[in-house]
């Protein structure tokens, strides 16, 4: 059976039974389902009976809880599926009596499949018990007319009680301030008004968990706040942080999916405390392990305000077991952004004014990213490496094609006695002047760019298949027109400072000035197909590099 795009899954197994056989299950719908899986709750659900079956309320419990992580947590294996667990018939204790069942709940992305855990008396395809799972779907959510319908059972073994324990919570999935249940069966107590807080960046199972318990404990509104701007600046790689927009757009659409009847506000989270520290009809903060003093932090702050404090929830962290040395031990978003290095973020545009025998790569970077250290390990890998520095100093030479107009230009007392231009002289006349610098920029890079078009000719004679021009003012000087793509170097602006002072000999003042005057990383990265970064270990760079002259081989080929 082929793969479908989007899926339901409907399981209908006892929690506590549910709980060790989540991997199998998951194995099985990732098998059927590629992009994404919404998952609904219905213990006790049966499909085998002549009656059509409807849809109940199921308590809100720590079972229910940890029973979720699980499903995250397992979850992680398959990251190409889009997990979204729904919340419409799970409920918390409340005085106010439950809104009926009886609506269809549209979804982002209309199921193709339902699957299910249900077991038949013969384990077979029955196909009445398909047309009643049909049905059910149906009359829970808005799925696609051609609705198919899978059994599961015995594609997984439910018999099998082994646990996986990056799958199952070995403890409670969710601390919390307030007096938990004693019992894991006991209900859970809902809040009208819930807060929760993050940079949801490149949203993840871990975010997802977060988010759910928050959306289950609401009962009326989940104020979400997202992180941006200044508190982004401290994070891991934040030139991949995937814009607010962006990022406030899937958190949007996941959170309607979950749980439509709450009232989402999402609004940018500028300072740690955020309308939590403010707003008095708060009454519930969800927190993960690593963000628990922040929420303390955070009742201090009411307490000062004359507000009540927050109940905090705290959830655990999802780990992940296949982290590489520099990632994080946990699902986080800043182990994604290490594993974008060196990946395609943009499909590069067909250039067929490009040599067809020859694929060409600009290769930039600020002051101090390391650029040219990658350009030495791309042409130890195979490539032809263009230095632009190198062509400069050649156009500025007695015998050099832009010597005779930077003369006429700039005049003769921008000469040594030997006749040769002093660039020092030369950049001191223009730096800082933008006309100046315009006029020397018109002269110089048109040079430079045809003398880069003949070494790619001489590259391609010689049977090389790759050429890097290694530029920092590849973007600048419009030399991307040049390539099939960009690939940008970057570093944190406070580590390049200090490799600045430290090669150069450079006053702080002095790096930091050069580097202002430079392009940022965020508008590199933004034009950029690839991005590396010479931050960790040596050997951690030369991996990224590998890893991206492995992809752009595949890429070659295909073309």
């Given at each position: 059976m082929s793969a479908f795009r989007s899926g339901l899954l409907v399981l209908t197994s006892p929690l506590a039974a549910l709980i060790p056989r989540l991997t199998p299950i998951l194995t099985s719908a990732a098998r059927l389902v590629e992009q994404t899986l919404y998952v609904h709750l219905q213990p006790g659900l049966s499909l085998g009976g002549p009656a059509q079956p409807h849809s109940s309320h199921v308590q809100a419990t720590m079972e229910v809880i940890n029973l979720i992580t699980g499903l995250y947590a397992g979850a992680d294996a398959y990251r190409h599926l889009d997990i979204r667990i729904l919340l419409t018939n799970i409920l918390t204790k409340n005085p106010t009596p439950p809104s009926s069942l009886g609506s269809v709940q549209n979804l982002a992305h209309p199921p193709e499949v339902v699957l299910t855990d249900f077991q038949t008396l013969d384990g077979g395809q029955?196909?009445?018990?398909?047309?009643?799972?049909?049905?059910?779907?149906?009359?829970?959510?808005s799925c696609c007319p051609q609705l198919v319908s899978v059994l599961l059972y015995p594609e997984y073994d439910p018999g099998d009680t082994s646990t996986d324990p990056s799958v199952v919570p070995h403890s409670s999935a969710l601390w919390s301030g307030s007096p938990m249940p004693?019992?894991?069966?006991?209900?859970?107590?809902?809040?009208?008004?819930?807060?929760?807080?993050?940079?949801?960046?490149?949203?993840?199972?871990?975010?997802?968990?977060?988010?759910?318990v928050a959306c289950l404990l609401a009962q009326k509104r989940l104020l979400v706040g997202v992180g941006d701007k200044y508190l982004l600046e401290n994070k891991v790689l934040p030139e991949l942080i995937q814009p607010y927009t962006y990022r406030v757009k899937h958190l949007s659409e996941f959170l309607v999916d979950m749980k439509p009847s709450l009232v989402f506000d999402i609004?940018?989270?500028?300072?740690?405390?955020?309308?939590?520290?403010?707003?008095?009809?708060?009454?519930?903060?969800v927190v993960s392990e690593?963000?628990?003093?922040?929420?303390?932090?955070?009742?201090?702050?009411?307490?000062?305000n004359g507000l009540e404090e927050l109940a905090l929830y705290q959830i655990l962290l999802l780990k992940n077991p296949d982290h590489s040395e520099n990632e994080e031990d946990k699902v986080s978003s800043s182990s994604f952004r290490h594993q974008m290095l060196g990946t395609l973020l943009q499909t590069p545009n067909k250039r067929p004014d490009l040599p067809s025998n020859v694929y060409v790569v600009g290769l930039t970077g600020p002051s101090g990213s390391g650029k040219s250290s990658v350009a030495l390990l791309l042409q130890d890998l195979g490539a032809k490496v263009i230095d632009s520095d190198q062509l400069g100093h050649r156009a500025y030479a007695p015998d050099g094609p832009a010597y005779q107009t930077v003369i006429e230009a700039f005049g003769t007392d921008i000469l040594h006695e030997d006749g040769t231009i002093n660039r020092k002289?030369?950049?001191?006349?223009?730096?800082?002047?933008?006309?100046?610098?315009?006029?020397?920029?018109?002269?110089?890079?048109?040079?430079?760019?045809?003398?880069?078009?003949?070494?790619i000719n001489k590259a391609a004679a010689e049977g090389k298949t790759v050429c890097v021009i290694d530029a920092a003012l590849l973007l600048e000087a419009g030399w991307n027109n040049m390539v099939h793509e960009v690939w940008t170097v970057i570093i944190p602006e406070k580590e390049a400072r200090r490799r600045i002072m430290e090669r150069d000999?450079?006053?702080?003042a002095a790096a930091q000035s050069r580097l202002q005057n430079q392009m940022s990383n965020q508008q590199r990265v933004d034009q950029s197909h690839v991005v590396l970064s010479t931050l960790w270990e040596k050997h951690i760079t030369q991996r990224q590099v590998e890893k991206a002259w492995t992809l752009l081989q595949e890429r070659i080929k295909t073309q």
């Amino acid at each position: 059976m082929s793969a479908f795009r989007s899926g339901l899954l409907v399981l209908t197994s006892p929690l506590a039974a549910l709980i060790p056989r989540l991997t199998p299950i998951l194995t099985s719908a990732a098998r059927l389902v590629e992009q994404t899986l919404y998952v609904h709750l219905q213990p006790g659900l049966s499909l085998g009976g002549p009656a059509q079956p409807h849809s109940s309320h199921v308590q809100a419990t720590m079972e229910v809880i940890n029973l979720i992580t699980g499903l995250y947590a397992g979850a992680d294996a398959y990251r190409h599926l889009d997990i979204r667990i729904l919340l419409t018939n799970i409920l918390t204790k409340n005085p106010t009596p439950p809104s009926s069942l009886g609506s269809v709940q549209n979804l982002a992305h209309p199921p193709e499949v339902v699957l299910t855990d249900f077991q038949t008396l013969d384990g077979g395809q029955y196909n009445p018990v398909k047309q009643q799972l049909e049905r059910y779907a149906t009359s829970c959510y808005s799925c696609c007319p051609q609705l198919v319908s899978v059994l599961l059972y015995p594609e997984y073994d439910p018999g099998d009680t082994s646990t996986d324990p990056s799958v199952v919570p070995h403890s409670s999935a969710l601390w919390s301030g307030s007096p938990m249940p004693t019992s894991p069966k006991h209900p859970l107590q809902g809040y009208n008004h819930v807060v929760v807080g993050g940079t949801f960046d490149h949203l993840h199972n871990a975010h997802k968990l977060l988010l759910t318990v928050a959306c289950l404990l609401a009962q009326k509104r989940l104020l979400v706040g997202v992180g941006d701007k200044y508190l982004l600046e401290n994070k891991v790689l934040p030139e991949l942080i995937q814009p607010y927009t962006y990022r406030v757009k899937h958190l949007s659409e996941f959170l309607v999916d979950m749980k439509p009847s709450l009232v989402f506000d999402i609004v940018p989270l500028l300072d740690t405390y955020g309308p939590a520290g403010t707003d008095p009809s708060l009454e519930c903060l969800v927190v993960s392990e690593e963000t628990y003093r922040g929420g303390l932090a955070v009742n201090c702050r009411r307490l000062e305000n004359g507000l009540e404090e927050l109940a905090l929830y705290q959830i655990l962290l999802l780990k992940n077991p296949d982290h590489s040395e520099n990632e994080e031990d946990k699902v986080s978003s800043s182990s994604f952004r290490h594993q974008m290095l060196g990946t395609l973020l943009q499909t590069p545009n067909k250039r067929p004014d490009l040599p067809s025998n020859v694929y060409v790569v600009g290769l930039t970077g600020p002051s101090g990213s390391g650029k040219s250290s990658v350009a030495l390990l791309l042409q130890d890998l195979g490539a032809k490496v263009i230095d632009s520095d190198q062509l400069g100093h050649r156009a500025y030479a007695p015998d050099g094609p832009a010597y005779q107009t930077v003369i006429e230009a700039f005049g003769t007392d921008i000469l040594h006695e030997d006749g040769t231009i002093n660039r020092k002289i030369l950049s001191s006349r223009v730096f800082g002047n933008k006309k100046q610098l315009k006029k020397l920029t018109d002269i110089v890079w048109p040079v430079i760019a045809k003398m880069c078009q003949e070494e790619i000719n001489k590259a391609a004679a010689e049977g090389k298949t790759v050429c890097v021009i290694d530029a920092a003012l590849l973007l600048e000087a419009g030399w991307n027109n040049m390539v099939h793509e960009v690939w940008t170097v970057i570093i944190p602006e406070k580590e390049a400072r200090r490799r600045i002072m430290e090669r150069d000999g450079l006053s702080e003042a002095a790096a930091q000035s050069r580097l202002q005057n430079q392009m940022s990383n965020q508008q590199r990265v933004d034009q950029s197909h690839v991005v590396l970064s010479t931050l960790w270990e040596k050997h951690i760079t030369q991996r990224q590099v590998e890893k991206a002259w492995t992809l752009l081989q595949e890429r070659i080929k295909t073309q």
